[in-house]
């Protein structure tokens, strides 16, 4: 094992601090940034990343309203929901956790929400902004992984990177932010050929794809820097223990070949929500026509 540890942990918990800090700035105005998060159904992991996010935006001064709904809400009433929030002075960002139950169609609902208090950056319109280098409101998970790139690298000017997966709430917009910070940007996925080669080119490897351990040391080029974005739960040991949680990556082997790497749990993961929190921080400032604080946007 030669690789640094990259702490999101202790980079989130400074992430907050700066929120938090700017959060006491508005109260003095009488202005409380709120954030609320609508999840449909009883997934266990998504109400456990609620509750941490609900927390997590109390401690940094902001008000949190949860709407726990039933997964079997019609697509009509979470749109109504969506529209309430919308129309909500008090709410500055929305969250609608997906994916959402199969008979909600999640494109709707993302594309319902003000672009304006879209902290996930789903929307369209948020979308097309980054895509055009345009302020936008930025995917929070993507945002983290190029913070704790920036503060590792300095620049990134000229860095290839690849980013293995493709979705729109991880690998794309993490494409879109590493080329706006000037990477040479390879995109691969589940069709990639060779994708172990293509891996080996890369100075910054992004991982986000959903399979536990899949990126291994003989996948990367010595001193490479990765972002594991993974969260996988491995089948527990015994019936009703907990199963380990690991990345995408094989941390054991990577961190002999990698230059540096972020650990599963204790990455991105709270990486994403410190992002969530300043982004909104930074919707509340836009709607008020307020300075946006420094370092905590893209
Ligand atoms: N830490 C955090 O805050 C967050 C973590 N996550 C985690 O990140 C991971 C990715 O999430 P998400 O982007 O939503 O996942 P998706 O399932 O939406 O996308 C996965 C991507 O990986 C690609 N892929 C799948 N299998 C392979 C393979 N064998 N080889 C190469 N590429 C492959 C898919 O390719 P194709 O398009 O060709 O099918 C797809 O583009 C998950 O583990 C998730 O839990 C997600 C969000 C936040
Ligand atoms: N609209 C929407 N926006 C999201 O950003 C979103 C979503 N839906 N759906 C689910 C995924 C997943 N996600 C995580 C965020 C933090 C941790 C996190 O804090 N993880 C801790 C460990 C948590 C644990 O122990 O279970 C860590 O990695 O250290 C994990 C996962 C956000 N997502």
Not at 124 to 137: D, E, F, R
Not at 157 to 171: C, E, L, P, T
Not at 176 to 181: A, E, I, P, V, Y
Not at 200 to 224: F, N
């Amino acid at each position: 094992m030669s690789a640094e540890i990259i702490d999101g942990k202790a980079f989130a918990a400074e992430v907050r601090a700066k929120v938090a800090e700017h959060v006491a700035k508005l109260a003095e105005r009488g202005i409380k940034p709120g954030l609320a998060v609508v999840l449909v159904g009883e997934d266990p992991a998504s109400q456990v990343y609620v509750r941490s996010k609900g927390k997590q935006t109390v401690e940094a001064g902001m008000e949190s309203f949860e709407h726990k709904l039933d997964a079997s809400t019609s697509e009509a009433d979470l749109l109504a929901l969506v529209d309430k929030l919308n129309n909500d002075p008090a709410v500055n960002g929305i969250l609608v956790q997906l994916p959402l139950p199969d008979h909600i169609d999640e494109d709707k609902v993302i594309n319902a929400i003000d672009p304006a208090k879209d902290v996930d950056g789903f929307h369209i319109s948020n979308v097309g902004l980054l895509a055009t280098g345009q302020k936008a409101m930025v995917p929070c998970t993507p945002l983290g992984c190029l913070m704790l790139l920036r503060d590792y690298f300095g620049s990134l000017s000229g860095k290839s990177a690849v980013v293995v997966g493709r979705s729109n709430i991880v690998g794309k917009p993490m494409a879109q932010l590493l080329l706006r910070d000037s990477c040479t940007v390879t995109i691969a996925h589940s069709r990639t050929k060779d994708i172990e080669d293509v891996v080996r080119q890369a100075d910054i490897v992004v991982a986000a794809v959903g399979r536990p351990e899949m990126v291994t040391g003989d996948w990367l080029k010595k001193g490479a820097v990765v972002i594991d974005v993974g969260i996988n739960r491995l089948p527990p040991a015994e019936e009703g223990a907990k199963g380990k949680l690991v990345g995408d990556v094989d941390f054991a082997s990577a961190s002999d070949v990698a230059g540096a790497i972020t650990p599963v749990p204790g990455g991105v993961g709270p990486m994403t929500i410190a992002c969530l929190l300043a982004n909104t921080l930074t919707a509340t400032c836009r709607a008020n026509g307020l300075e946006e604080p420094e370092g905590l946007t893209a």
